[in-house]
């Protein structure tokens, strides 16, 4: 129910980003309280990972490895659940040193060991900004990186550079159903658009030349 009602108001081009905002905190406050009424304790989170297939976009295993191997700092930008993306990160072995996840985090009441609160600031599709990350230690690993590529598949995403200075940031956006309406906006924001749900290829063979 609560898709329906905003998800066409996230994807509404006649509206601004910022008429869009009040509508984001309200969708992700209700579905952050459902999942709180749930009562959801730490091996829930871990059970139901286990229990539910994952598709994992052609070649992003092989981009966390190649960065985790170049020590590349990679940041992974979520308007979800921060305790569900590092277990299914560490369910596929692909939660490395270099990594560090910004998201929604569920806070578990030490008493009874279940969720009853998020972690602030709520993150929505609209805010995720490395601005988020400023006070963590992460921040070191990238303040003097010069260049950034950012993948991301709404147009939110591109935010999610802004807060650190960067000399380059090459933008790809993911376009993950046809719409040409949706297009011509996508191919005038993001430098590169890979569509129809493609593969990380475009980032692995950037990062193949640059290592090669």
């Known amino acids: ?11 509404n081009n006649q509206l601004t ?5 009040p509508y984001m905190i309200e969708w992700w406050t209700q579905a952050h309280q459902l999942l709180i009424d749930q009562k959801i304790n730490k091996d829930d989170v871990a059970a139901m990972v286990a229990e539910t297939p994952v598709d ?45 996840v910004v998201s929604n985090k569920m806070i578990f009441n030490p008493e009874t060991g279940i969720c009853d609160e998020f972690a602030e600031p709520l993150i929505h599709i609209f805010n995720k900004s490395e601005v988020a990350i400023k006070e963590s230690y992460y921040h070191k ?10 993948l991301g598949d709404s147009i939110g995403d591109l935010k999610m550079s802004s807060g650190v200075k960067h000399d380059v940031c090459l933008n790809i956006g993911f376009l ?8 011509k906006i996508y191919l ?7 569509t129809g749900d493609g593969p990380m290829e475009v980032a692995n063979m950037i990062l193949r030349a640059i290592n090669h």
């Open 1 to 11: 129910e609560l898709v329906d009602k905003y998800y066409p108001i996230e994807v």
């Open 17 to 21: 980003e910022e008429q869009k905002w």
């Open 56 to 100: 994992i976009r052609e070649g992003l295993r092989e981009l966390i490895e190649t960065c985790n191997e170049k020590k590349i700092p990679f940041l992974v930008f979520s308007a979800g659940v921060k305790n569900v993306i590092e277990e299914i990160l560490i369910a596929e072995k692909l939660y490395h040193s270099n990594m560090h």
């Open 141 to 150: 690993t990238i303040e003097d990186r010069k260049n950034v590529i950012l």
């Open 176 to 183: 993950n159903y046809d719409n040409d309406e949706v297009l």
């Open 188 to 194: 005038e924001k993001f430098d590169i658009v890979v």
